[in-house]
């Protein structure tokens, strides 16, 4: 059974948009405020404001397509075998392999996480993934190039060893059971 931690709500409840409606709200509000004493530096935060929209848009839009692949192509019972909580050294070791291999924008796999979470992903196993991300392949011929073999073989096992370490403390210290890794 899963123990739920501190400030940890139930997958159970659904959430509010009252939340996200209300804090547009406030925002809106500080900025006509704000606009009442200065309005020059209240247009250029806006026109930063929307410049930065513009670019987070795509990702955003990527992140939805990423998500709906998700719910589409990965069924729950394979995220429970495969990376939920009985799945021991395999969980781990897809948790490590998938974070030194992806690529891209770190919050754009927040969501794609969050939904294998939702699935029956190991909340160590997310924090695996998230730590592992500093392992790349791809820039170890750079690597080695620069400060030679055994600097990079070191560092890449302390790397691996340390996301696991981080995964299983995460998972105490946010309070859900931890099953031994088999």
């Known amino acids: 059974m ?8 139930s ?7 009252f939340g996200a409606y209300l804090f547009l709200l406030i925002v809106v509000m500080i900025y006509f405020v704000v606009f009442l004493f200065d309005s020059s530096r209240t247009l250029v935060a806006l026109q930063f404001s929307s410049g930065m929209l513009k670019k987070l848009l795509p990702v955003l839009g990527l992140v939805s397509c990423f998500v709906f692949l998700n719910n589409l192509l990965v069924k729950p019972s394979w995220v429970k075998h495969h990376v ?3 799945s021991g050294w395999k969980g781990v070791s897809i948790a490590i392999i998938g ?3 992806s690529m891209g924008p770190i ?4 969501g794609v996480l969050q939904e294998f979470q939702q699935k029956g992903m190991r909340t160590s196993l997310i924090a695996s993934f998230l730590y592992a991300r500093s392992v790349k392949p791809q820039l170890l011929p750079l690597m080695i190039y620069y400060f030679g073999w055994l600097y990079a ?3 890449v096992f302390y790397l691996i060893i340390f996301s696991v370490f981080n995964g299983v403390l995460t998972e105490r210290f946010m309070g859900v059971t931890v099953n031994k890794i088999k």
Do not use: M, P, T
């Open 107 to 110: 919050y754009v796999w927040y």
């Open 84 to 86: 939920g909580h009985e």
């Open 11 to 17: 997958s159970d409840k659904k959430e509010s948009v």
């Open 99 to 101: 974070g030194a291999l």
């Open 2 to 9: 899963k123990k739920l931690g501190f400030n940890q709500q």
């Open 153 to 155: 073989l070191v560092l």
